[in-house]
């Protein structure tokens, strides 16, 4: 008699709380605990995984955590905007691992990439021309594209699986946390990975350098110092 009425007892516990994430549209997040900014093979099998379904990462970069999504996953794109209240016509920028991998999706010649390789990896955007095969909607109904290489060798190992979104992880004009579960936690739990690279130090921007502007023009000023 006692152990059915413990096993209805946690059997009704566990109905109410799973009932509970599915009423508050939570989801089981999963962590993956880094240090020295390395990733396991295992690890990129995880986020590799949650990448091509669809699902949202929080990962760390050189200035402030950052939410990925696949950029050719028009849907987990407009997910992105609705997660972070984010109006549509404004673009969101793309993660790379290197200088040649961007030329796929936006144009260089040899002034900005002697640009880019003297500031990159490191703590600006900057603005190109993009190609049509990049989603409009990272573009905010423009041809131009933002671009990061972060000097971080989590946020550029990343990016070596597929090139991803790369915009504060935050509520749109709420200032970013820098501790990754209260970032979460702020997103109300609508996150399916979590890259917990510890606490930031950082709290601030990247440097916006637009490289489609003759002369080259700075958009924001942030962390990174740009010589014009």
């Known amino acids: ?17 799973f009932f509970f994430l599915l009423l508050f549209d939570w989801v089981i997040m999963e962590i993956i605990k880094i240090s020295d900014e390395k990733l396991t093979d295992e690890d990129m099998y995880k986020i590799q995984k949650v990448l091509s379904s669809g699902g949202v990462i929080i990962y760390p970069t050189d200035t402030v955590y950052g939410l990925g999504v696949d950029i050719f996953n028009e849907i987990a794109i407009k997910n992105l905007f609705k997660l972070k209240g984010r109006n549509f016509n404004k673009a969101i920028s793309v ?16 002034k900005k990439i002697e640009i880019l390789n003297n500031y990159l990896p490191g703590p600006f955007t900057f603005i190109l021309e993009k190609k049509v095969s990049v989603s409009k909607l990272l573009a905010g109904n423009t041809n131009k594209l933002g671009i990061r290489i972060p000097n971080n060798k989590t946020a550029i190992e990343i990016a070596k699986i597929m090139p991803i979104t790369t915009t504060s992880a935050n509520i749109s004009s709420k200032e970013v946390k820098s501790n990754p579960l209260e970032i979460a936690n702020e997103l109300n739990g609508k996150i399916d990975l979590i890259i917990d690279g510890g606490i930031l130090t950082s709290n601030n921007s990247s440097t916006v350098v637009d490289l489609t502007h003759k002369p080259v023009k700075i958009l924001r000023q942030g962390i990174g110092n740009f010589e014009l």
Do not use: R, V
């Not at 008699?1 to 009704?12: E, G, R, Y």
């Not at 030329?103 to 260089?108: D, T």
């Open 95 to 110: 993660l790379f691992s290197d200088i040649e991998n961007i030329s796929h999706y936006a144009y260089l010649d040899e």
């Open 1 to 17: 008699m006692i152990k059915s009425f413990i096993f209805l007892f946690f059997f009704a516990l566990f109905f109410n709380l």
